[in-house]
């Protein structure tokens, strides 16, 4: 049985296409239990505590797949990182300290017709980024019709619009 096993999958860096594509089937597998095990937030999101996850998980799990590391060793790897996450979301859930700590504040960078320099130096944005995210969100090059702009914890650019 292990001698059939290791012809299927071989050992170490010397892997035929065969054994490198059936790893790939297995490490695809293992990545949608790890992704299910997870949770949504991993992979919808996208904050820099969720894309830490997605980061990790696709250089350890490539290693299963290329022979670079024992194959098992990086799977409980990958299930140790997922677990980490786990337990981090939760301990978020239940503390707003903790939850601003891991995963960052949002910054209202531009409010009441003017930019906040201060808001953009923390965030490291400049006047320009800002402006960009405005254009894209509302299609035009004014910001007289934004009432704020709201750098959000995934980096994205929240645009609220004046009221008529």
């Given at each position: 049985m292990m001698e059939a096993i290791f012809v299927l999958f071989g050992e170490g860096r010397s892997l035929d296409p065969l054994q490198m594509g059936l790893r790939s089937i297995v490490v695809f597998v293992i990545a949608l239990v790890l992704i299910r095990v997870s949770?949504?937030?991993?992979?919808?999101?996208?904050?820099?505590?969720d894309s830490v996850v997605v980061?990790?998980?696709?250089?350890?799990?490539?290693?299963?797949?290329?022979?670079?590391s024992p194959f098992i060793a990086t799977v409980v790897a990958s299930f140790a990182i997922v677990a980490c996450h786990r337990m981090l979301a939760w301990a978020c859930m239940?503390?707003?300290?903790?939850?601003?700590?891991?995963?960052?504040?949002?910054?209202e960078v531009f409010s009441n017709g003017q930019f906040n320099a201060n808001e953009m130096?923390?965030?490291?944005?400049?006047?320009t980024d800002v402006e960009e995210s405005v254009r894209q969100k509302t299609g035009?090059?004014?910001?007289?019709?934004?009432a704020?702009?709201?750098?959000?914890?995934?980096?994205?650019?929240?645009?609220?619009?004046k009221r008529a």
């Open positions: 949770g949504r937030r991993s992979f919808g999101q996208r904050s820099p505590f980061i990790l998980l696709g250089a350890t799990l490539s290693r299963a797949i290329v022979g670079a239940r503390s707003r300290r903790f939850e601003r700590l891991v995963g960052g504040a949002e910054r130096h923390a965030a490291l944005v400049t006047r035009s090059r004014s910001m007289d019709d934004v704020a702009a709201i750098l959000e914890r995934n980096g994205e650019v929240s645009v609220i619009h």
